[in-house]
């Protein structure tokens, strides 16, 4: 498999989603949002968008499945599955607020060995393949080289509708706020990943997140030099609904805060 290729032509699946996606934002009307659940929304652009995605890797990719947000296609691959959010960020978006980005993972087995994730407002393009570097815009990306936590910014995203960690969760953004350059909450956590891959914030966590949220995004931090788990240390991040992602130098303490916190 040309993975190299497979990536590129990903990368302009994503983009023509993305297009498709810009161009309705402000045709998109208050009538046509459906509720899934608690602030958990959704409308024609996430279910047309990740239509349009599942028919372009089919062709391009035949004997693969998917794990999508939408459940646009329940194919099972007995290699390879796609994992796809056509629209993480579904709340900025109904908003009219940045950033919201489409994000498309392919994995092996279990191991993710292909991620694209496009910021479509910036107009920006983050992706890496297995044996890679990462890349936005065709421009090599890396992790920062900041060394405390002291010293980092850090992202984070509020749970919608999982709310038994709260009190914990809370603490962790007090001692961040008093032991940190600050806190950023941007409601994409596809776009806070790919924000720790190329150095604009140093650190990021969040819990009650699903595969398609995190699959791309994870695996573009890891090519950029990053580290990637769960909330225990181990690798159950991509379905175990919780994630941190940070530089290979604050890693360790920044795992240390969020375990003290959290996984007691």
């Known amino acids: 498999m040309d993975l ?16 498709f996606i810009r161009q309705q934002k402000n045709k998109l009307s208050p009538d046509e949002i459906e509720t899934k659940g608690i602030h958990d929304f959704v409308s024609y652009v996430d279910k047309t968008a990740e239509k349009m995605i599942v028919e372009a890797l089919l062709k391009i990719l035949p ?17 390879y599955n796609w994992i796809i ?3 993480d960020g579904t709340t ?3 908003h009219k607020l940045s950033p919201f980005a489409v994000s498309i993972a392919l994995m092996e087995k279990d191991e993710i060995i292909l991620g694209v994730v496009y910021e479509i407002s910036l107009d920006e393009c983050f992706y890496a393949y297995k044996g890679s570097k990462a ?3 065709d421009k090599e990306i890396s992790v920062t080289k900041t060394k405390k936590v002291n010293d980092s910014l850090i992202a984070t995203g509020f749970p919608y509708y999982d709310y038994d960690k709260m009190e914990p969760f809370m603490q962790t953004l007090d001692f961040f706020m008093k032991n940190s350059h600050g ?34 995004g994870a695996f573009i931090v890891k090519q950029a030099g990053g580290k990637i788990c769960d909330f225990k240390g181990e690798n159950n991040f991509l379905f175990g609904k919780e994630i941190i992602a940070s530089n290979s130098l604050i890693y360790s303490e920044f795992l240390k805060i969020i375990k003290n916190h959290l996984t007691n």
């Not at 190299?4 to 297009?19: C, F, P, S, V």
């Not at 004997?63 to 290699?79: D, L, R, V």
């Not at 909450?185 to 150095?199: F, K, P």
Request: hydrophobic letters at 40%; aromatic letters at 12%; charged letters at 25%.
């Open 63 to 79: 004997e693969a499945g998917f794990i999508t947000e939408e459940k646009t296609s329940t194919k099972k691959g007995e290699i």
């Open 85 to 87: 959010d056509p629209l």
């Open 135 to 137: 890349f936005l815009n």
């Open 183 to 216: 806190l950023r909450r941007l409601g994409s956590a596809a776009t806070d990943l790919v924000y720790v891959a190329c150095g604009r914030f140093d650190a990021f966590y969040e819990y009650s997140l699903h595969a398609w949220d995190v699959a791309a």
């Open 4 to 19: 190299k290729n497979l990536t590129l032509q990903t990368r302009e699946i994503a983009k023509i989603a993305g297009d």
């Open 92 to 94: 900025n978006y109904i």
